[in-house]
């Protein structure tokens, strides 16, 4: 682990103009050329950028990809890997898929005429049944949002490629720290940067990275074409919450197993999603994929099982702050029904298992012990509040 960070810390490179150990943001639009066309390597500020070029390096490396590139967002990069697609062609895509990517996929590149079928894929055999000659890209989404479900990439990757399909995985839960789905067997990675990544909910970023020159060659077009690039602003900012992506993560994981653990102990709970626990579907999956690290999403449901309760709940933390978003050192609590998942009807919501009260918290880096007494005196509000009767 720690030769990672080593490396990780020392793939930051140091200007070689100034000896600067930060990275300069070069805040240009365009460079001065010697002679039309002849140039340090460097254009127009939409096609390159060195603090860019920077960040795309550091996150390549991170995920062991060929090269990386960088968006204004994490629904900007998914655009980008979908903009390779043409009209016909098909998408076989994880049931419980991101929202954003869900609203963008139905909503946008449908219009297109690309088709996409949405499959458990939990089961790596359900793929099988949905993957043809049209099949382009398998997308998936390890652990998912909001209940942290555990899909096979090994196993799925070798399914897809022998139908001559990519494999996509959005890593964005897991992070680089915990998953390297490249290893494992997918072409494309992405992330938004806005969560593990940047790691302090101060900005928003994408990033795509892939694994051949082939593939490069394809998304660095796109993002010069379509131009929804990250800022030298916020690639500067990315690249220094990442130095520590390591550190977070790792901690962030181990405290999320503890608020899980101590979860399943508590009467007021319903179900636990987290696939650190025994009792997770896939947890041995998990173990093995994930580096012995479960991510900083715990969810769970409250016996309870009301938008009331859920609500009382969420607005009785106070370390857990209420916000839309994960990843980021200052905690955070959400509740899917009426946040991040109100657009999904209410039936569909419930078959995916986002029951009225499910609950989602994104660890951050505080102690443990503090987040667990903010959860304990949560609850002891409610039940002062209002007492609830709980029939089992
Ligand atoms: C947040 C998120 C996105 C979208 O990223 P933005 O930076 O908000 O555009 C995509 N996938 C997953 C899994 C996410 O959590």
Redesign the pocket.
Known sequence: MSQKTTNLIHSVPVDELTGSISVPIYQTATYVQEAPGVNKGFDYGRSNNPTRLALENIVAKLEDGYAAYAFA???AA?DAVLKTLKTGDEIVAVDDI?G??YRLFTHIYEKFGITIHYVDTTDAENIKRYINEKTKLVWL?TPT?PTLKISDIKAIAKTAHAANALVVV?N??ASPVAQQPLKLGADIVIH?G??YLGGHSDL???LVVVSTPELAEQIKFIQNASGGILGPQDCWLTIRGIETVTLRVERQCKTALRVAEFLQACDEVGQVYYPGLASHKNHELAQQQQNGLFGGVVSFTLKDDTEEAANAFVTSTQYFKLAES?GGVKSLVCHPAQMTHKSIPHEKRLRSGIADSLIRLSCGIEEAEDLIADIKQAFEKIKKLEPVEVFN
């Open positions: 967002t994490g629904l998914i991101y954003g990517a989404e949002n959005d964005t839960f938004s806005t969560k928003v970023a994408g994960l």
